[in-house]
């Protein structure tokens, strides 16, 4: 199995930028594609992006399309989320997750198909 720690979370005003890291150890990293979710107060938690085992593949949310950029290390074992032009409304708990299957062709949105999972980093964004 994998471990994974999310870090970089913070308070940030309007229109600001965060950068998350999701370190990961134990097996091969480069054997799980990697999402980003996030969980705001009262929410569901939902897919905001995510990376192929390669990193060749990306897919984002159109929340956060144009504004977020994932981005992946595999030798250091590091998934990144660059997130610009941030606005209250992303204000949550974002976690990083680790995809196993290896069958799976297309990037996965589903919370359940990640088997993995970080203990989440927050992030605020003040108006």
């Known amino acids: 199995q994998v471990q994974l720690v999310d870090s970089g979370g913070g308070l940030v005003q309007t229109g600001g930028s965060l950068r998350l890291s999701c370190a990961a150890s134990?097996?091969?990293?480069?054997?799980?594609?990697v999402g980003w979710f996030r969980q705001a107060p009262g929410n569901e938690r939902e897919f905001a992006a995510g990376?192929?085992?390669?990193?060749?593949?990306?897919y984002y949310a159109d929340s956060v399309k144009g504004r977020f950029t994932i981005s992946r290390d595999n030798a250091r074992s590091t998934v990144s989320l660059q997130m610009n032009n941030l606005k209250p409304e992303d204000t949550a708990v974002y976690y990083c997750?680790?995809?196993?299957?290896?069958?799976?062709?297309?990037?996965?949105?589903?919370?359940?198909?990640?088997?993995?999972w970080g203990q989440g980093t927050q992030v605020t964004v003040s108006s």
């Open positions: 997750a680790a995809d196993s299957a290896i069958f799976r062709s297309s990037i996965a949105l589903k919370q359940g198909d990640y088997d993995y």
């Open positions: 134990g097996r091969t990293f480069s054997n799980y594609a």
């Open positions: 990376i192929s085992r390669t990193g060749v593949r990306t």
